[in-house]
């Protein structure tokens, strides 16, 4: 069997979390809130997890300031899906909204 995406030495491959900012009259609203930068160094390692931003930010702070805005400045926050990983990124996602 061929594989599109070869494994790692610890059989793991590369995934990603995608998120969608929309920028609505009303609001920004993003649409799932990624990783975040809750879960600890062995949780990382164990999952190859590449979330780190610049000065402690996330990835997704690190695009949203590419985009000229600021956690802060997203009204609404809509996840598809909820499950241990991604919960972890909506507290920091609605502190940072406040």
Known sequence: MQRRIPADERNRIPLALRCLLVE???GLVLVDT???NKEDDKFKDIYGVA???KDGRTQLEDALAELGYAPGDVRW???SHLH???RAAI???IR???
């Open 77 to 79: 926050v809509i996840d």
């Open 96 to 98: 940072r909204a406040a």
């Open 24 to 26: 609505h009259d009303d």
């Open 34 to 36: 990624g990783l975040g």
């Open 84 to 86: 241990s990983i991604t």
């Open 51 to 53: 979330n780190d931003g």
């Open 91 to 93: 507290p920091t996602a």
